[in-house]
């Protein structure tokens, strides 16, 4: 357990730094399933596609290999029948990838301003992101999968905006 904890940050700092990493692990983790699979990002935007695992066997659906062009025609053709293809399921990775990699790197420097600044942003474009998915495209209809993104990035947002000037000095 000690050589466990010694790649941990610091517990003399509080928890903040300990949700930073375990949040950063946690999206860095997503960012490689973007590149596996489409099917857990596919269940954030509406469901879509999402295999029924009752059913059996994994869906060719969701291969990162397969793009389905948009139907020619109907009022709706320019958005595409699936808007979660292996470009959009890369790009969400790789930011998804960097904001892990700030939210760890604060994690080990909560008090330093301008890393605390940047671990914040990351919560603050998630939050942005989702809510205009939400309400805007109308590509999330809140439920269960939704859950957890948005909490991360509204509670951690928070709890971060509240205890800025305790570990920033």
């Given amino acids: ?12 700092k509080g928890y903040l730094p300990y949700y930073l990493f375990v949040i950063g692990i ?3 983790g997503n960012s490689l ?5 489409l099917h857990y ?6 469901g879509r596609f999402v295999q029924n695992h009752l059913q059996g066997s994994a869906n ?23 808007q979660v293809t292996p470009l959009a ?4 990775g790789s930011y998804t990838f960097l904001a892990g990699l700030t939210r760890i790197y604060a994690s080990y420097s909560v008090e330093n301003a301008s890393l605390y600044q940047l671990a914040l942003l ?9 809510t205009s998915e ?3 495209y109308k590509t999330i209809k809140f439920s269960g999968p939704q859950g957890f993104p948005f909490a991360a990035a509204y509670l951690g947002g928070l709890w971060m905006t509240l205890q800025y000037g305790h570990y920033v000095q």
């Fill in 41 to 46: 990002t596919r269940r954030i935007y509406n």
């Fill in 60 to 82: 060719p659906e969701d291969s990162v290999n397969s793009l389905k062009p948009a139907s020619s025609t109907g009022k709706d053709s320019e958005k595409g029948r699936d």
């Fill in 134 to 136: 939400l309400l805007v």
């Fill in 89 to 92: 399921a890369r790009l969400f």
């Fill in 26 to 28: 946690v999206a860095m």
């Fill in 33 to 37: 399933q973007n590149l596996a699979t």
């Fill in 1 to 12: 357990m000690d050589q466990i904890q010694a790649y941990l940050p610091s517990g003399e």
């Fill in 122 to 130: 990351t919560h603050v474009v998630a939050a942005f992101h989702f």
